[in-house]
């Protein structure tokens, strides 16, 4: 009978109709019958087209996708699959699975994968990316001394790969304290000459009163530039004079680079100012390197250990964006998002106030980096509670072999994704509140909660951010620089009402803290005391 009734539908319906029907049939076996049949595989979020699967969605709702997500498992935070083109995406969001993915004792999960990939994406030419994961061998020339260690150099290092030896060398001089807090001071003078009452000038000209700035617009270009300085030294402006504005152009496209976005034959919105940071960087790398002696020492420590290794200028140019873009992508953020919070709740500036005030000498003319993470209870707490509310980040690994996660199996060529939002975002531990700001969370008896499994700002394991300690001192330094020098808080509108906090930027796939939406700001009345 049905067939009879098939053959008697149209032949112009009977294609539409078959279609129609196999996937019908597709999606009932891929998003409910597997589901019955393998309950240890992780659910699928359904989609509609095979293949392409959640990709529109992954590049241009991320946020959207994974509450999503988690609605479709109940909130139980389970491990969840989303599809990408050509494999699948592991979404990982309980705490106790989160360790479970960055300790890994099993050696299943690899993150050298994604790194390498990442190296190729910024611009690393295949036979670079050999030549920086190959150990090097007895004969071979050694790889600069590390000078934050007391050790004599000796031609007989254990073998090492370039990324191996740019990794120890990043560890051992942000995690040793006197490096770090020159690197840190570095940054402090830097920053004491962007903050001054010169460079505000051209943006008071922007803002809606006679002394009011868009803080945001303000902070980024002072933070960037405080970074060229302190790592470069004057060398990338002898490159390029608008290495600051092409850098921070760089900066709000970024995440297509690391995501592997289509380029499009050059036409996305990365092209130009990718094509332009390379250029600079090429320049940067080609000098002799006795001409850039300015940088600081951990970046004239990497240049000489890419010659040691051969590199192609390409490759080294690439490497270099790399590292710059990883210095400079968040803490801007992360200012922006205190000094907004702070300017809604002045009670709680005039206590942060006090707090960065005694980190000046009695004259004021020297801020102390140690006294500003030691001695801040509540600018820390404030920093962490931003760290776990405006972080959208996410860190991947590679599924090397079948691997076991909250009693889901993950199968190998798939990727194992922790996205920092959700984690961060768990009710069962942050409380049904979880979605509001609230500082107080790591303040006092609460300050275990920095250590909890639950939040993980930096990521963990091999990802475990080594410059986490300098990222916070930076931006320490920028809000004590900030409210000793001047007067600061919110302008009013033209109305006269006060502007509320803006939006948090939830749409562009972010990397680390996000911003504010894109095209808005906040106005800020600000004057010299």
């Not at 994604?114 to 611009?123: H, M, V, W, Y």
């Not at 600051?244 to 990365?270: C, E, K």
């Not at 873009?325 to 809604?344: Q, R, V």
Request: proline share 5%; aromatic share 10%.
């Amino acid at each position: 009978m049905l067939w009879e009734i098939a053959i008697g539908i149209p032949r112009a319906w009977q294609a539409t109709l078959l279609a129609v029907f196999v996937l019908l049939v597709w999606r009932l076996w891929t998003f409910t019958a597997t589901h019955i049949f393998w309950p240890s595989r992780p659910k699928e979020l359904p989609y509609y087209i095979p293949f392409l699967g959640h990709v529109y969605s992954f590049f241009f709702s991320s946020f959207e996708l994974m509450e999503r997500g988690l609605s479709y498992t109940y909130r139980s935070h389970e491990p969840l699959s989303i599809q990408l083109p050509g494999r699948k995406l592991y979404i990982i969001t309980r705490p106790e699975d989160v360790s479970e993915v960055f300790n890994n004792k099993t050696h299943t999960l690899d993150h050298d994968s994604t790194l390498r990939e990442t190296l190729l994406a910024f611009g690393v030419t295949l036979e670079g990316s050999k030549r920086a994961w190959r150990s090097r061998d007895t004969g071979d020339r050694p790889f600069p001394h590390d000078h934050t260690s007391d050790a004599p150099r000796t031609a007989a290092q254990p073998a090492q790969s370039l990324i191996n030896w740019i990794r120890d060398s990043f560890r051992k001089h942000l995690m040793n304290p006197q490096t770090l807090y020159e690197m840190a001071d570095l940054f402090r003078d830097s920053l004491l000459e962007s903050f001054s009452s010169e460079r505000l000038e051209q943006y008071i000209a922007t803002g809606s009163s006679q002394n009011s700035i868009p803080v945001y617009t303000f902070l980024r270009h002072a933070m960037v530039e405080a970074s060229v300085r302190s790592i470069f030294g004057q060398h990338l402006h002898e490159v390029d004079p608008e290495c600051v504005q092409n850098m921070l152009a760089f900066n709000d496209h970024a995440w297509q680079i690391v995501m592997r976005y289509p380029t499009f034959f050059g036409l996305s919105s990365v092209s130009k100012p990718y094509n332009t940071m390379m250029r600079t960087m090429r320049a940067f790398v080609q000098r002799p390197l006795s001409d850039n002696d300015g940088a600081n020492p951990l970046i004239k420590n990497v240049l000489r250990g890419m010659e040691v290794a051969e590199l192609d200028t390409q490759s080294r140019a690439a490497v270099i964006l790399m590292i710059f873009w990883a210095a400079t992508s968040n803490e801007y953020n992360a200012l922006f998002w205190i000094i907004s919070h702070l300017m809604h709740d002045p009670a709680l500036l005039e206590v942060v106030r006090r707090e960065t005030d005694a980190a000046w000498s009695m004259n004021g003319s020297c801020l102390d980096t140690k006294h500003l993470k030691k001695g801040c209870p509540t600018l820390n707490a404030v920093f962490h509670e931003i760290l776990r509310h405006k972080n959208a980040a996410g860190t991947m690994r590679l599924v090397k072999s079948t691997t076991l996660i909250g009693g889901k199996t993950l199968k190998p060529g798939n990727l194992a994704y922790v996205p920092f939002r959700q984690l961060h975002n768990n009710e069962a531990v942050w409380g049904p509140a979880c979605n509001d700001f609230d500082h107080t969370r790591f303040l006092d008896k609460n300050k275990a909660m920095m250590r909890n499994p639950a939040f993980r700002p930096f990521g963990g394991g091999q990802t475990h951010c080594t410059g986490r300690t300098l990222a916070k001192l930076e931006v320490f330094s920028a809000v004590a620089i900030l409210l000793r020098r001047f007067e600061v808080k919110l302008a009013q509108t033209s109305d006269g009402s006060f502007p509320s906090l803006p939006a948090l930027d939830t749409q562009t796939i972010s990397l680390g803290i996000n911003g504010p939406v894109r095209g808005s700001d906040l106005l800020i009345e600000i004057s010299n005391k």
